[in-house]
């Protein structure tokens, strides 16, 4: 019996929840997901370093392989106006740079584009986000934010943090 009465509210609250408006995202343009994010192995040498999935045109999910780092960390390439931004660098030792690069070229060709100067930030400063570091650090056309509360205040120019 409680299992219905718990049913029949579930039901009655996605039933109204259901009504109510639903946000418009702020313009951002939905994409779609893999049906499975590979995760590892069995056989590591058939799997490349990172799985690359275009989420929608100008938003990129790369997933670095769990046969190159156990944390398989997500990383966002998403793609403005004037610039690219890239969140984290990978876990381990691993060529974050190249798979971001190459997915920056390909975006760059197909929309007539130059280049775009590409903005590294991090979600936060823990070793499975940060590992990849070196490979952006003092690169023309990358502007690099250290993992660090001084860092992201000064970059954005933020006045109260």
Known sequence: MAFMRTSMLLLTAVTVLAQFPQPNGGGFEQGTLPLEWRTGGPNCVELPDWQVHEYNPDFYILRESGCTNYEKPFLFLIFGSDRAMLTDTGAGKVDTRTAVMAVLNAWTK?????NVPLL???TH???DHTAG????RNVPGIQ????????LIEAFQLKDW
Do not use: I, K
């Not at 197909?110 to 130059?114: E, V």
């Open 110 to 114: 197909r929309n007539n584009r130059p």
């Open 120 to 122: 590294v930030v991090h």
């Open 125 to 127: 400063g823990h070793g």
């Open 133 to 136: 570091d070196p490979q952006f």
């Open 144 to 151: 690099f934010v250290e993992p660090t509360q001084a860092a």
